[in-house]
């Protein structure tokens, strides 16, 4: 996302756009960054998430 942000602005996409059009773009990536580390948190907690296993009448 950021590279597609960085190209965007060299080849100044939304230059010729209107300053909503501009802003609509800019809070869409502003989205997508929170999601992909959102989503990045969720990794790291499943990651450290553990299964105890039932062996009859006690648990290891």
């Known amino acids: 996302m950021d590279l597609a942000n960085q190209?965007?602005?060299?080849?100044?996409v939304v230059a010729d756009q209107n300053l909503a059009a501009s802003?609509?773009?800019?809070?869409l990536l502003d989205r997508y960054h929170a999601i992909g580390e959102s989503l990045s948190e969720c990794a790291r907690l499943v990651k450290t998430?553990?299964?105890e296993?039932?062996?009859?009448?006690?648990?290891l």
Not at 23 to 27: G, I, K
């Open 23 to 27: 802003l609509r773009v800019l809070d």
């Open 7 to 12: 190209q965007m602005c060299d080849r100044a």
């Open 53 to 59: 296993r039932y062996w009859g009448d006690y648990f």
């Open 49 to 51: 998430l553990e299964i």
